[in-house]
T-cell receptor, first 114, second 119 residues
Framework: AQTVTQSQPEMSVQEAETVTLSCTYDTSESNYYLFWYKQPPSRQMILVIRQEAYKQQNATENRFSVNFQKAAKSFSLKISDSQLGDTAMYFCAFNLYNNNDMRFGAGTRLTVKP | GAVVSQHPSRVICKSGTSVKIECRSLDFQATTMFWYRQFPKKSLMLMATSNEGSKATYEQGVEKDKFLINHASLTLSTLTVTSAHPEDSSFYIC???????????????FGPGTRLTVL
């Protein structure tokens, strides 16, 4: 079975600084997707970034980038130039290719301080 | 981007009554829909997966007679909490898998959630 681990329950960062959220996963499969979702106080799940395991290049979306280390089964999220609106719960998620079963980590609560 | 709606957003009911929650994909056809439960400050727990026209597949430990799922069309799935009790109080989130109508990738799109409170 696939598992996703987020070892940082809570983190904080000063506005405009950079923060990295950690995620590790366990699988014996080679084809899969990894995601970071943001859940603000509204509780709406928002896709932040997505990485296909077969791609060596790390995904980037504006201020958000990932460090995908397939051999280490690590998938960290870097948020640059943090903004107050980035305050939210962040969930790392794993999905096997052609499989509907998405697994979520426990989440990291990020607070951006002014 | 793709939009998934849930109705109602918030419901309060008495113990012993049944509550129906609707999940709709508004601008795309969903090949599969999912129902999650989320406790305060916790992660999403998958309850069941449903495909249009077939029976839902429930995760281990989820009572299928308690949480009835109907996937009547490619755009609508419903979750009915039967004979609700206070321990069923939670935040329920649906998601729908399909292709973003703007030409994006096939992925899961999440609804805004429904907060159920059973008195």
């Amino acid at each position: 079975a696939q598992t996703v681990t987020q070892s940082q329950p809570e983190m904080s960062v000063q506005e405009a600084e950079t923060v990295t959220l950690s995620c590790t996963y366990d699988t014996s499969e080679s084809n899969y997707y990894l995601f970071w979702y943001k859940q603000p106080p509204s509780r709406q799940m928002i896709l932040v970034i997505r990485q296909e395991a077969y791609k060596q290049q790390n995904a980037t979306e504006n201020r958000f980038s990932v460090n995908f280390q397939k051999a280490a089964k690590s998938f960290s999220l870097k948020i640059s130039d943090s903004q107050l609106g980035d305050t939210a719960m962040y969930f790392c998620a794993f999905n096997l290719y052609n499989n509907n079963d998405m697994r979520f980590g426990a989440g990291t609560r990020l607070t951006v301080k002014p | 981007g793709a939009v998934v709606s849930q109705h109602p957003s918030r419901v309060i009911c008495k113990s012993g009554t049944s509550v129906k929650i609707e999940c709709r994909s508004l601008d795309f056809q969903a090949t599969t829909m999912f129902w999650y439960r989320q406790f305060p400050k916790k992660s999403l727990m998958l309850m069941a997966t449903s495909n249009e026209g077939s029976k839902a597949t429930y995760e281990q430990g989820v009572e299928k007679d308690k949480f009835l799922i109907n996937h009547a069309s490619l755009t609508l799935s419903t979750l009915t909490v039967t004979s609700a009790h206070p321990e069923d109080s939670s935040f329920y989130i649906c998601s729908a898998r399909g292709r973003d109508p703007s030409g994006g990738l096939d992925e899961q799109f999440f609804g805004p959630g429904t907060r159920l409170t059973v008195l």
